[in-house]
Nanobody, 122 residues
Framework: VQVVESGGGSVQTGGSLRLSCAASGRTQSIYAMAWFRQSPGKERDFVAA????????YYKPAVRGRFTIFRDTGKNMLYLQMDGMKSEDSAVYFCAARNTVSLVTRDDYDYWGQGTPVTVSS
């Protein structure tokens, strides 16, 4: 499985941005997909996840109610709609996919994208 993110960029505080992630390869083996983010000098951090077939969603508490994760299994696409953005949302955002049935908030995913930068400024 390969995953490629797109959609990062700059936005003002309170603004919105949508990230996209295209999955290819053996997508029928995907159990869950997720978004993680990493700020300079910090560890990579879980943001949101969705089980690929069931559609169960999980969020980091700090983004719940502002971010929405959703997927289009027919197009093998994952999205992260980010609204009400804050400066602390600035980071490089990574798309990830996993085949194994495990806790979706763990960062031991099998496949990772290169990351797309997001900057929120006032």
């Amino acid at each position: 499985v390969q995953v490629v993110e797109s959609g990062g960029g700059s936005v003002q505080t309170g603004g919105s941005l949508r990230l996209s992630c295209a999955a290819s390869g053996r997508t029928q083996s995907i159990y869950a997909m997720a978004w993680f983010r990493q700020s300079p000098g910090k560890e990579r951090d879980f943001v949101a996840a969705v089980t690929w077939m069931g559609g169960d969603v999980y969020y980091k508490p700090a983004v719940r109610g502002r971010f929405t994760i959703f997927r289009d299994t027919g197009k093998n696409m994952l999205y992260l709609q980010m609204d009400g953005m804050k400066s602390e949302d600035s980071a490089v955002y990574f798309c990830a996919a996993r085949n194994t049935v495990s806790l979706v908030t763990r960062d031991d995913y099998d496949y990772w994208g290169q990351g797309t930068p997001v900057t929120v400024s006032s």
